[in-house]
Nanobody
Framework: QVQLEESGGGLVQAGDSLRLSCTAD????????MGWFRQAPGEEREFVAG????????YYSDSVKGRFTISRDNAKNTVSLQMNNLKPEDTGDYYC?????????????????WGQGTQVTVSS
């Protein structure tokens, strides 16, 4: 079991950048594939980006490819999402998820553990 806590959300303008972080407790973080997801008001939660437990491969949704970068620091039990050139459609609650030994897209996109989320609002 792993507990996750997201941080870094906020209100920004279109074109700005934000960096989200997700910190995990426990000593087995390095064995989890990690993913970022978001849920816009009235919409279903969707996959945004993922990274395998070996720090690769990485996966991105088409809507964020080239603008967002996922990375992980196993020494700090942290996975980050650098979001550049934000757009109003990036607005939503962002969640991180963990998948034990996750490496494939299917694994990281279907985590077993979730954080509580952090809110991102992008104004036009």
């Amino acid at each position: 079991q792993v507990q996750l806590e997201e941080s870094g959300g906020g209100l920004v303008q279109a074109g700005d950048s934000l960096r989200l972080s997700c910190t995990a407790d426990g000593k087995f973080f390095s064995t989890y594939g990690m993913g970022w997801f978001r849920q816009a008001p009235g919409e279903e939660r969707e996959f945004v980006a993922g990274i395998g437990w070996k720090k690769s491969p990485t996966y991105y949704s088409d809507s964020v490819k080239g603008r967002f970068t996922i990375s992980r620091d196993n020494a700090k039990n942290t996975v980050s999402l650098q979001m550049n050139n934000l757009k109003p459609e990036d607005t939503g609650d962002y969640y991180c998820g963990a998948s034990a030994w996750g490496e494939t897209y299917t694994a990281v996109a279907n985590p077993s553990f979730w954080g509580q989320g952090t809110q991102v609002t992008v104004s036009s």
